[in-house]
């Protein structure tokens, strides 16, 4: 599972890679405005965990005892399928593996898993700006070490049924009442300037 969950990542990450200019013949360096690159990245990532949301964990669960089922710890069911928040994780895992040109991650104010709650304070700033402003991206640059950041925050929307479900019914969510719509937290992209 592990090879199949790293080779579609590097194939996405690929295919990013060589939409931006990546493993192409050296060029002269014409350059990307970075909120067209993480528009363009966020798009890629949003039609990905929507159709996978939509299309796979929508038709998925109490169907039956045979039915594959999505769930937060998949790996030990015998007929288990990851959460859409897991495969982003994984995708995002992989893609680190293969480049640095940029980085993502699903993040909420919100969080059912701790490891998904802002660590910065543009974070922070993003994901309330993107529940204060439906519809509306937030774009900053913050400095981390020595680097600065052109960070972007994309709303997390819940697209499916399921996903307002899943989070209302959690027992470690700390907000119960999402619906159809809402934003449930939001896609952090991160570009080295």
């Not at 993502?104 to 994901?127: C, F, H, M, R, V």
């Not at 997390?156 to 700390?174: F, G, I, L, M, R």
Request: hydrophobic share 35%; with cysteine.
């Amino acid at each position: 599972m592990q090879y199949s969950r790293t080779l579609f990542a590097t194939a996405v990450a690929t295919l990013l890679l060589s939409a931006c200019g990546g493993g192409q013949e050296s060029k002269p360096a014409v350059g990307i405005d970075p909120q067209v690159y993480t528009d363009s990245l966020f798009a890629v990532m949003n039609a990905d965990r929507t159709n996978y949301t939509k299309m796979i964990i929508g038709r998925l669960g109490p169907a039956g005892a045979d039915s594959i089922k999505p769930h937060e710890y998949w790996e030990d069911l015998e007929n288990g399928a990851p959460l859409p928040a897991q495969m982003f994780r994984y995708g995002a895992e992989a893609v680190a593996e293969v480049s640095s040109d940029f980085s993502y991650s699903l993040q909420s104010l919100w969080p059912i898993n701790s490891q998904n709650a802002p660590k910065t304070e543009l974070e922070k700033e993003g994901l309330q700006y993107i529940v204060d402003n439906p519809g509306k991206n937030f774009y900053g640059t913050e400095a981390l070490g020595d680097t600065t950041y052109y960070t972007a925050v994309y709303p997390d929307v819940a697209v499916a049924a399921p996903c307002a479900a899943c989070h209302n019914n959690h027992k470690d969510s700390p907000k119960t009442d999402f619906e159809l719509g809402d934003v449930m937290g939001g896609v952090v992209i991160r570009v080295p300037m």
